[in-house]
């Protein structure tokens, strides 16, 4: 996947889990939680989201690389890089 | 092999169900009766839909909110606001002797109420209200403490301590007169700070979103599988079994119908449980030839006492009158009026003399 599906991959998990957000206007340099005031249960289903769809393990004490939208695609890359987008 | 079985489905266990299949685990919720839904169900008769439990939805947030605990519970299920078809309440009232307390949703009809007929007590208010535990502070030093306690600390006059009482322990209180601070507080929030709220079809409508939820995300539900055991090995709950000898393995065992139900299927005597709770309610529904406006009827629920004493506690006849709450599903504000012409009364009651009752027809 590149940079820019990976960021799709993310926007649809967001879509999923918080489906009244409008995300079109989503500032990917600003945190997450600031923008959709989320918790660590839906950082918690960000995670899984990921492992059920694309097998990617993220151990808890890197959550944190989740923060943002630009941070998460940061991370997400060299993990995702060889994985088809669906 | 499941990896949880879920015993009851209620709102609780569908909820349950939902959150562990986004898990990705092989879930089977079981249920007893031949419908969803539990202690807030519905039932069609005569061509009309009819409510059970439930009057209104508490923790009333305006779509938008994010913060409070309906905005978490669509999230954490995944559900839009909008399929609720939520309808804010038109107004409710605790009546009393020569006293009401008005409220809406939101804290400021009752606390402009407060201040006019509890003109001593305003200030005293407001502490309670800022005092009441958080959501995240459930279960901490302090929240288990009796709230009548704490509550007498603050206000002074017993006449408002009983009617603020009245709407949170009809709501919300399983044990006679009184109940823990922290469930005192939730209680009083979700009534009092967020507010009533009725999806426009009714409680069927929250219980449709969630099975059909609990499905698309291949969770298995099975209606008229009575549980009659549930198999122990080594201490954990590793299975059960059903009325019809059926025997269900699963790694866990998730269990909704309460404590006391849930100890007896794990093959505990009776006599070794604590007795069960004494609260129970009836209800009479009654249709209407016309708009229960009509008849005087202009709010959404009414919590009324004939004394300026509240007794919340089993009553000794069948049914206790004294007090109860009166509520309208026609009476929310919804886009076209309801036009359900219903009204429905709960009041205390002694299980005891009804199951008796029953017993002999």
């Given at each position: 996947m590149t940079p820019d599906e990976i960021r799709e991959t993310v926007l649809d998990i967001l879509s999923d889990i918080a489906p009244d957000e409008d995300l079109s206007g989503l500032d990917?340099?600003?945190?997450?939680?600031?923008?959709?005031?989320?918790?660590?249960?839906?950082?918690?289903?960000?995670?899984?989201?990921?492992?059920?769809?694309?097998?990617?393990?993220?151990?808890?004490?890197?959550?944190?690389?989740?923060?943002?939208?630009?941070?998460?695609?940061?991370?997400?890359?060299?993990?995702m890089k060889d994985i088809p987008k669906k | 092999?499941?990896?949880?079985?879920?015993?009851?489905?209620?709102?609780?266990?569908?909820?349950?169900?939902?959150?562990?299949?986004?898990?990705?685990?092989?879930?089977?919720?079981?249920?007893?009766?031949?419908?969803?839904?539990?202690?807030?169900?519905?039932?069609?008769?005569?061509?009309?839909?009819?409510?059970?439990?439930?009057?209104?939805?508490t923790n009333y947030a305006p779509k938008g909110d994010r913060q409070g605990p309906l905005a978490r519970l669509l999230r954490q299920l995944r559900l839009r606001y909008d399929d609720l078809e939520l309808a804010p309440q038109?107004?409710?009232r605790i009546a009393f002797p020569e006293v009401?307390?008005?409220?809406?949703?939101?804290?400021?009809?009752?606390?402009?109420?407060?201040?006019?007929?509890f003109p001593d007590q305003a200030d005293r208010f407001e502490r309670l209200v800022a005092s009441l535990a958080g959501y995240e502070d459930l279960g901490r030093a302090g929240t288990e403490r009796s709230a009548r306690e704490i509550v007498g600390l603050l206000l002074t006059d017993p006449l408002l301590i009983e009617m603020l009482f009245c709407?949170?322990?009809?709501?919300?209180?399983?044990?006679?007169?009184?109940?823990?601070?922290?469930?005192?507080?939730?209680?009083f929030r979700s009534i009092y700070l967020e507010g009533l709220a009725r999806p426009r079809p009714g409680v069927r409508q929250v219980l449709k979103l969630l099975v059909r939820r609990f499905k698309q995300l291949g969770g298995q539900l099975r209606l008229r599988a009575g549980v009659c055991r549930i198999v122990l090995r080594g201490g954990a709950a590793q299975g059960v079994v059903?009325?019809?000898?059926?025997?269900?393995?699963?790694?866990?065992?998730?269990?909704?119908?309460?404590?006391?139900?849930?100890?007896?299927?794990?093959?505990?005597?009776?006599?070794?449980?604590?007795?069960a709770g004494q609260i129970s309610f009836v209800e009479s529904i009654s249709v209407l030839d016309v708009p229960p406006a009509r008849l005087g009827m202009n709010e959404t629920a009414v919590f009324y006492n004939d004394s300026p004493a509240f007794?919340?506690?089993?009553?000794?006849?069948?049914?206790?009158?004294?007090?109860?709450?009166?509520?309208?599903?026609?009476?929310?504000?919804?886009?076209?009026p309801a036009e359900e012409n219903i009204l429905r009364v709960t009041c205390l009651a002694n299980y005891d003399r009804w199951a008796a009752d029953a017993m002999r027809s």
């Open positions: 990917p340099d600003r945190p997450f939680r600031d923008q959709l005031d989320m918790d660590s249960m839906d950082f918690l289903d960000i995670v899984m989201e990921l492992r059920k769809r694309y097998r990617v393990q993220i151990p808890e004490e890197e959550y944190p690389a989740l923060a943002s939208m630009t941070s998460t695609v940061e991370y997400l890359t060299p993990r | 092999m499941y990896d949880t079985l879920i015993l009851g489905a209620g709102m609780s266990g569908l909820a349950a169900g939902i959150r562990l299949a986004h898990y990705d685990q092989r879930v089977c919720i079981l249920e007893r009766h031949t419908t969803v839904g539990g202690l807030n169900s519905f039932y069609r008769r005569h061509g009309r839909n009819f409510d059970v439990g439930l009057h209104a939805l038109t107004g409710s009401t307390l008005r409220f809406g949703n939101g804290l400021d009809l009752l606390r402009e109420e407060v201040r006019r007929q709407p949170v322990l009809f709501y919300g209180g399983s044990r006679e007169r009184d109940m823990e601070f922290g469930q005192f507080s939730i209680l059903l009325d019809d000898g059926t025997e269900i393995a699963a790694r866990c065992v998730l269990s909704s119908i309460g404590w006391r139900e849930t100890m007896r299927l794990c093959g505990v005597p009776a006599g070794d449980l604590p007795p007794h919340y506690a089993r009553p000794d006849e069948a049914i206790d009158p004294r007090s109860g709450v009166v509520c309208s599903p026609d009476n929310f504000d919804y886009p076209t």
